[in-house]
């Protein structure tokens, strides 16, 4: 199936439906552009026009090439046929299966149908259409033409050929394609699930602020915190997908909506649009307060414990301290104080295990450039703020819960990665593909399992499900039984 001079129909000229519209011409094709609304087509176009000018203005488009995409996009009154159709409107199982038997009644039997939904499952779209082998998902993200990433998604009657065609497009596109089966959330709304849900559990246990939220994880490479991301995406909209993803899974109690969030929609507060949900806009998040550890700290023995890159990189800020390499622990010991990374247990679980009459710190994942960095103590540590800012870092206390904040973000992220490729929703390389380009993730699940290590990652999440005693935190088969 060759689709490259492909005829096409975009129905939906909303800032998606105008988006794929755009990519399309600008890539050679004619495009018929629909919408229900009377002109609404004619005013995407319009708005398109204007944008482009824009990029005229700035040197990175020519008039010439403005001219021709312009002159192949066509606001019509009524759906037409076409060779490929890519529908972009309301995310509504029912109004979707309506657009598409009108389709049918229209399109030669050749005729590829994609949808752009986020949520829905293809495979139910698909019900009661006479070739459902025809139907694909082909879900962009927004901005369209500066997203780089589409999920190709085949609900149980696609063809193959069909999905492989959409892929190859796309790819001529310039986008990268990622193949997945549809499944609830597809790739990326199902892995991203526990950026959200972490966070909102951090605050439902009152662990820390939203602000040190954020700040810990945009240190880690983020380029939003979960707190403001909700704020800019709107409560609503994300109380919604989790609630739509929890009951797609039969209420499996990993994707267990939040009270902190319900409470925020009950109250209005939707986030930016509302004015107010985390944080009170225009203001935003307030900034997290830059500490300064005094004088350098001193010890008459200092130790780096364990192996990995945490440890070597104690290791080159204490080039003075003793090595232990083959300790069961990471961290730094200072005159028998004890500052640990965050293995799952909290400060005073490893007090009380080890029965240790010192003081013990545990510190998040540091895995972005030294900067803010969570942790939690047990004990009267004279000055854990001096150590962890002699090595680079600017450090926040936090309650004594088990995870801190990034690392426990990021073992459940790569644990949802790893259930999506144990289900045969995608391929290691397609979830750390769609993580970074679809929501522009700091790395991939797999590739931060490769960095940390698949025993770590374990080791973490079972001591969060012993602690919580739930569901939540149960380890992927795959994860458990794949990696070393």
Known sequence: MNLDSARLLVVGAGLMGAGIAQVAAQAGHEVALFD??????????????????????????????????LARITPVAALQPADLVIEAIVEHLDIKRALFAELEALLADDAIIATNTSSISVTALARGMKR???????????????????????????????????ETLAARWGKTPVHTRSTPGFIVNRIARPYYAEALMLLQERAAAPEVIDACL?????????????????????????????????????????????????AGFLGRKSGRGFYR?????????????????????????GQGFVAERLAAAFPQAERQTLSDWVGLEADRAQLRLTDGRTAREIAAER???????????????????????????????????????????????????VARTI????????????????????????????VNYPAGPFEWLGRWGGAAVTALLDRLDAF??????????????TTP
Not at 285 to 301: D, E, I
Request: proline residues 8%.
């Open 281 to 305: 806009y225009p203001d935003g998040a307030p900034p997290v307060p830059r500490v300064s550890g005094g004088s350098a700290p001193t010890a008459q023995r200092l130790v780096v414990h």
């Open 218 to 266: 945009r240190a880690a490479g983020f380029r939003m915190g979960p707190c403001e991301l909700m704020d800019l995406i709107g409560h609503d909209t994300n109380f919604a997908v989790t609630n739509s993803v929890f009951a797609a899974n039969f209420f499996d109690r990993r994707f267990t909506p939040s009270l902190v969030q319900q409470e925020l929609v009950d």
């Open 132 to 166: 459902p082998e025809r139907l694909v998902g082909m879900h962009f993200f927004n901005p369209v033409p500066l997203m780089k990433l589409v999920e190709v998604v085949s609900g149980l009657g696609t063809d193959p050929h069909v999905a492989q065609a959409i």
């Open 411 to 438: 073992a459940m992220l790569i644990n949802e990665a790893a259930d999506a490729v144990q289900q045969g929703v995608c391929d290691e390389a397609g979830a750390d593909a769609a993580m970074k380009l679809g």
């Open 36 to 69: 229900t609304r009377a002109g609404a087509a004619e005013a995407a176009k319009a708005k398109l026009a204007s944008t482009l000018d824009g990029l005229v203005a700035k040197g990175k488009l020519t008039a010439d090439a403005v001219a021709a995409t």
């Open 468 to 481: 919580h005693r739930g569901e939540r935190y149960r380890v992927s088969p795959y994860l458990r039984h």
């Open 355 to 405: 029965e240790l009459q010192v003081p013990v710190v545990v510190f998040d994942l540091p895995l972005g450039e030294p900067s803010h960095l969570a942790y939690a103590k047990s004990g009267d540590f004279s000055n854990p703020v001096a150590w962890l800012a002699a090595a680079g870092f600017q450090p926040v206390e936090m309650v004594d819960v088990p995870g801190l904040i």
